[in-house]
């Protein structure tokens, strides 16, 4: 009993070094969350260990995904604040073009809004860094389901020969699978961020 309970003591809780590099890594993303608190404009903060996603402004939290699945492949993801570059997705929503001049005199027309209906439930957010966020629902109709079956079927057979590809030219790959409990959630969250949107991820422990 002595021997068990000595065993769990100095395996099952981490060290002092464990703990100074845990508190040091979180003290840094602390430190980058707040350049974005004190700034106007809202931002995301991808919480790895409590699988949830916050869209938050000056440090309040406006909205909460909760995230019912998460997978990592490659390096983790940066401790710096990243910028979303590109939103990506198979059906990505539309605008109509309307070109100029083309109206008459008394002509009237109706304003295309995008609504969130016609966002998508399967795409990726390409960030900074090099970090790829893979978003998708765990329910959906059959195409959302046959878009999230192809997803696995890259991440279990593309990501593997891209990582590889990437280790011999020496350039790294960082890569997140997040799977949200509906198609409505996913939507909401392609609906609630753009181009140019800052976070942080906060990474597993």
């Known amino acids: 009993?002595?021997?068990?309970?000595?065993?769990?003591?100095?395996f099952g809780h981490p060290t002092q070094g464990e703990q100074r590099l845990?508190?040091?890594?979180k003290n840094k993303l602390l430190k980058e969350e707040l350049t974005l608190a004190r700034t106007p404009a809202s931002y995301l903060i991808?919480?790895?260990?409590?699988?949830?996603?916050?869209?938050?402004?000056s440090g309040m939290t406006l909205r909460e995904w909760k995230v019912e699945k998460i997978r990592t492949w490659g390096n983790p993801a940066s401790l710096q604040v990243i910028t979303l570059q590109k939103k990506s997705a198979l059906f990505a929503p539309k605008r109509k073009k309307i070109k100029p001049g083309n109206a008459q005199s008394g002509d009237t027309f109706e304003?295309?809004?995008?609504?969130?209906?016609?966002?998508?439930?399967?795409?990726?957010?390409?960030?900074?860094s090099g970090l790829a966020i893979y978003v998708r629902s765990g329910s959906g109709n059959f195409f959302t389901k046959m878009a999230s079956l192809g997803r696995s079927l890259k991440w279990y057979f593309w990501l593997p020969l891209k990582n590889l590809w990437l280790k011999l030219?020496?350039?790294?790959l960082a890569c997140l699978d997040i799977r949200l409990s509906s198609p409505q959630e996913a939507k909401a969250l392609?609906?609630?961020?753009?181009?140019?949107f800052r976070g942080i991820v906060y990474p597993k422990n």
């Open 1 to 10: 009993m002595v021997f068990l309970l000595g065993t769990v003591l100095l």
């Open 22 to 25: 845990g508190e040091a890594i």
């Open 46 to 57: 991808l919480d790895l260990p409590q699988k949830s996603i916050r869209l938050k402004a």
């Open 111 to 128: 304003l295309n809004v995008l609504e969130l209906k016609d966002m998508p439930s399967v795409y990726v957010l390409s960030m900074t």
């Open 169 to 172: 030219r020496k350039k790294p």
């Open 190 to 196: 392609y609906w609630a961020i753009g181009e140019g």
